[in-house]
């Protein structure tokens, strides 16, 4: 099987007059977990919602091995995007139960392994019966994680999986999420704000912020490459000088700014000023601060 | 193997000494397989990917060989390989972060050889 790629290209979408995504492009490999990572109104939902057809966007395009897969069914089977399941939405006014979304799932999604939703319902300990207007917030994010994992689409998209998940379903989520990902080489993109647990997962972030795509990058690259130096604040300026750098604060004499190095830079450790590693929440929001500048 | 991760470096570096550390330590004997990436990645809950880039470190430094279609197996003579790079990095790692820290507390090269002799009095007298 060769290499699937997905695409977008110059993506922009409009809310009544309001651009909520400014150009956006992006390719995703087969066989990688995303993490997309973005501020509440960012874009995130909007943005996997056009990359899985389910709404179109007011131009550009999204390409599956160079085909659109607006409207086009083959495409389609390949790529699937789990929402967040709101039961007050619009057409969910009845009342579903838990195993009417399993029945649609299974009769909507080619690939469908009613085997793995089975045991992933029973692990979960979800009441097949009930309406999901009674299900909780944890217990709905359940069930969404049910029908991503079992639609076994190529491409898999998660929003906010975890929200209202207690630690140990999180912890749960993300060992079967590794178990599959393990097992078939799926590709995931998986929004999340609780960064810090999710990580470790990521082969590459995605930051999107206020529409844009600020950065996509390998995690652990972007982990090494983000320094955050403080000190005496001549120190700090000297060392950092010439670098990229966010996110400066100042306290008294003292101050601390995050650096981005490229590629072969370094920043020389010298007695006055600390170096340390950041982890990727604090990344995130050095990054989004000096936007917001 | 069993270690926690830590913010304090990156994973895939802390999966390269977790491994060193359990060849050590015995927990791995040489010509024995270790974990596959996968079941690194599963037991960590980290990318596959970060767990192969600490394990073929590894590799680069024969420490551990690949068995093709097998998995990765510790090499012969990996333990003392470790210690003699270990030894090599001791003074890198560890003298010269003292070093400073006992420079900035103005503790004189004199005090800190006496520190040095009392801790190991101290153990023969135990």
Redesign the interface.
């Given at each position: 099987m060769s290499e699937k790629i997905l695409q977008c290209r110059g993506i922009v979408k409009e809310y009544r007059k309001q651009e909520v995504l400014h150009n956006i492009d992006l390719t995703l490999e087969q066989g990688k977990i995303y993490g997309l990572i973005g501020r509440n109104g960012a874009g995130k939902t909007t943005l996997l919602s056009i990359l899985s057809a389910q709404n179109p966007a007011t131009s550009g395009d999204v390409l599956l091995n160079g085909e659109k897969v607006w409207e086009n069914s083959r495409a389609l089977e390949e790529i699937f995007f789990s929402r967040e399941i709101s039961p007050n939405a619009v057409g969910d006014s009845s009342g579903l139960r838990v195993k009417d979304y399993l029945e649609m799932a299974e009769a909507y999604l080619p690939k469908w392994d009613k085997n793995m939703a089975e045991e992933l319902v029973e692990l979960f300990h979800l009441d097949k019966k009930k309406k999901t207007l009674k299900l909780s917030k944890g217990m709905l994010s359940m069930l969404s994680i049910v029908l991503a994992l079992a639609s076994k689409a190529e491409f898999t998209f998660m929003d906010e999986p975890v929200s209202g998940l207690d630690v140990v379903a999180r912890e749960q989520f993300y060992r079967l999420l590794l178990e599959e990902f393990t097992e078939s080489g799926r590709t995931f993109v998986i929004s999340t704000h609780i960064i810090e647990e999710a990580a470790d997962l990521f082969e590459e972030v995605i930051f999107l912020h206020e529409g844009r795509i600020l950065l996509k990058e390998n995690t652990q690259e972007l982990l090494e490459h983000s320094i955050y130096v403080s000190g005496r604040a001549e120190e700090v300026d000297e060392a950092v000088k010439g670098k990229e750098i966010h996110h400066q604060e100042i306290l008294g004499r003292s101050k601390s700014v995050m650096v981005r190095l490229k590629e072969g830079e370094t920043l020389n450790q010298t007695q006055g000023i600390t170096l340390q590693p950041m982890n990727l929440q604090k990344v995130f929001v050095s990054l989004c601060a000096g936007e917001e500048e | 193997m069993q270690e926690l991760?830590n913010?304090?470096?990156?994973?895939?570096l802390q999966i390269k000494e977790m491994i060193e550390r359990d060849i050590l330590r015995d927990i791995l004997l040489e010509e024995e397989r270790v974990p596959s990436t996968?079941e690194l990645?599963?037991l960590?809950?980290?990318?596959?990917?970060?767990a192969a880039?600490g394990v073929n470190l590894l590799v680069d430094e024969g420490i551990l060989y690949k068995k093709r279609g097998i998995g990765m197996f510790v090499a012969a003579g990996a333990k003392e390989a470790i210690r003699k790079k270990r030894r090599e990095h001791f003074f890198e790692d560890y003298v010269k972060a003292m070093l400073?820290e006992a420079a900035n507390l103005g503790i004189s090269k004199e005090e800190l050889i006496e520190m040095i002799a009392w801790n190991q009095g101290g153990k023969e007298n135990e």
């Open positions: - | 991760l913010q304090e470096k990156s994973i895939y996968n990645a599963k960590y809950a980290i990318n596959p990917a970060t880039k400073a």
